[in-house]
C-alpha cells in the first residue's frame, strides 16, 4: 500500500494506491491518522482510483477516517474510487454517508 | 436441493488443492493471489475474479482478527480449493481459533463484535453477495470452517 498526502488551503489529500484490504488499512490508517493531526484540515480528500483492490476492511477504514475526520471539525470525501472500492461501497450501503466525487478528467 | 443440484453435487472435483499458512495479515494478499492462479484456468470473467478474491479475502481475515486476535502469527489457516466439472469452484478456509458462539447471529449484516477494530460487520454479507454458496460451521473454542461456492463461466459455457 503506498500513501501520499499533500495538504494545502485546509485541504487534506489521501492518495492510496494498491490492495486496501486488513494489511493494506492498518498501514493506512496510522499514516492517515497522523497527517490529520499534524494538519488540522477542513477537509479529507481520499483518492482512491489507484486501490485494486478493497475488501470490508477497506470500508471501515473510510468509515474510520470518516469519523476521525468529524471528531476534528473536517469533512471527508472519496475521490474517484476505483471499481473495487465502489463496488463494495455499494453493496454496504453507505452510499448516503460517503460523500463521492469524480474529477472528470479519468 | 433440485434433482440436478444433488447430481452435480455428487461429482468428483476434477482438480484440487490445499495450503497452510501463517495468521499474518501479509498473507491475505498470499492466499487471494493463490486462488485466482488456481482458478484462472477457467478463464473467468474480471468480476468473477473478483468476487471470488473479495470473499476468500474476507474469510481469510476473519480467521486472523477474530479467530486468532490478531496475535497469533504462529497460529495457522488452512485453504483448501476444489474445481469440479460444471465449472463450480469451492473454496474452504479455516482456522482452529476462537470459534463462534452464534453463527447465525454474526452473519446478520452490521453485525461486528469488534466495532472498536473499525469493522462494521459486513464480512460475511460480502460473502455471501459474491459468492453463490456460503456455509459456515463454528465451534466455540474449536475453530471456524467457511465453505465458498463460486459458479465461474456458467453464463458463457
Ligand atoms: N473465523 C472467525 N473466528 C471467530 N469469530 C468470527 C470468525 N469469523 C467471523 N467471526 C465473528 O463474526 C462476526 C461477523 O463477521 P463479519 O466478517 O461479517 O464482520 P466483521 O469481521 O466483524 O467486520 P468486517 O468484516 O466488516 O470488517 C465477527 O465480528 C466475529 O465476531
Ligand atoms: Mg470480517
Known sequence: MEITTNEKDGV????????????????ARQDIDAAISRTSPKKVVLVLDRVNFCDSSG???IMGRYKKALSVGATLTVADPSEAVERII???????????????VL | MSATA?????????DTFKLRFSAKSVNESFARMAVSAF????????????????????????????????????????????IYAD???????????????????????????????ERSGMGFTVMGAFCD??????????????????????GRL
Open chain 2, 133 to 154: 454458496g456460503l456455509k459456515v460451521r463454528s465451534a466455540v473454542g474449536k475453530g471456524t470452517t467457511v465453505v465458498l461456492t463460486k459458479k465461474i463461466g456458467f
Open chain 2, 6 to 14: 444433488e447430481k452435480r453435487k455428487a461429482k468428483k472435483a476434477v
Open chain 2, 87 to 117: 465449472g463450480r469452484v469451492v473454496i474452504e478456509i479455516k482456522d482452529k481459533g476462537l470459534g463462534i458462539e452464534d453463527v447465525e447471529t454474526a452473519m446478520l449484516p452490521m453485525y461486528t463484535t469488534d466495532p472498536a477494530g
Open chain 2, 39 to 82: 482458478v484462472a484456468r477457467l478463464d473467468p470473467t474480471v468480476s468473477e475474479l473478483a468476487d471470488i478474491k473479495t470473499a476468500v479475502s474476507e474469510a481469510v481475515t476473519n480467521c486472523i482478527v477474530h479467530g486468532y486476535k490478531d496475535a497469533r502469527g504462529d497460529a495457522e489457516i488452512l485453504l483448501k480449493g476444489s
Open chain 1, 59 to 61: 470500508l471501515g477504514l
Open chain 1, 90 to 104: 455499494k453493496l454496504s450501503g453507505l452510499t448516503e454517508i460517503i460523500k463521492t466525487e469524480r474529477s472528470g
Open chain 1, 12 to 27: 487534506l489529500t489521501v492518495s492510496l494506491k494498491g490492495e486496501l484490504d486488513h494489511h493494506g488499512a492498518v498501514a
